[in-house]
């Protein structure tokens, strides 16, 4: 049996403010949202998943809060629109979501036959030759900016051949007596190089406008 201190402890906190302010106002608010998170987790299938993306607290949280009779005539606001939820993270941010609990079962699918369907073409053997080329070719082409710059040096060194054979043709033409005129190169005989290779391609139009001397024998 109670004692009487412990009954008229008992008459005191049926009788407070307190209690009453629980029991008429935030007990039947939270019950109405203990309902409603039970339905969101059916909708989530919480009980047939072992991991799903649905947050219990999250959810109602953002109940009550909206659910607050002193923000009846507000905006209904999101999760992560809630001012403290939004100072909380600040501090104490959460990891994101695994990617395979934001799809549904469709888009999981999908992507299961999507991956299937490329392993059995890869697997092939005209694909997996074609792979191996690729793979070759690739390293071949690794070090492209040494290949590049080996193709131009060789370029260079056949130009500046050609130009020493064509000026000691031209300097045997002088002593001989053969005067030579100099006509500047055609525009269809013009080629456009990229500014990069500027060295050679003052060495080309040397070679150029070397290649169209009209040679004209004085009577």
Not at 87 to 103: A, G, N, Q, T, Y
Request: include cysteine; aromatic fraction near 8%.
């Amino acid at each position: 049996m109670c004692s009487s201190s412990d009954a008229h402890l008992k008459q005191r906190m049926d009788t407070s403010p307190s209690t009453d302010y629980l029991e008429k106002d935030v007990l039947p608010l939270l019950t109405s949202g203990l309902e409603a998170l039970l339905k969101e987790a059916q909708t989530h299938r919480c009980t047939e998943k072992r991991m799903t993306a649905f947050n219990g607290c999250d959810f109602l949280t953002e109940w009550l809060y909206n659910k607050n009779p002193r923000r009846t005539e507000h905006i209904h606001l999101k999760f992560h629109e809630i001012p403290f939820v939004q100072d909380w993270l600040l501090i104490h941010p959460r990891k994101s979501i695994p990617v395979f609990l934001l799809l549904t079962d469709e888009q999981a699918a999908l992507l299961i036959q999507a991956y299937w369907r490329g392993y059995k073409v890869r697997v092939r053997p005209d694909v997996q030759e074609l792979r191996q080329w690729q793979r070759e070719l690739r390293e071949e082409n690794s070090n492209i900016n040494k290949t590049v710059q080996e193709f131009w040096a060789r370029q260079e060194n056949r130009v500046w051949s050609e130009l020493v054979e064509l000026g000691d043709d031209v300097e045997q033409h002088l002593e001989s007596g053969v005067s030579i005129e100099v006509v500047p190169p055609t525009p269809q005989s013009r080629v456009l190089y990229t500014p990069a290779l500027q060295s050679t391609l003052e060495r080309q139009q040397d070679l150029l406008t070397a290649s169209h001397f009209q040679h004209h024998t004085s009577l």
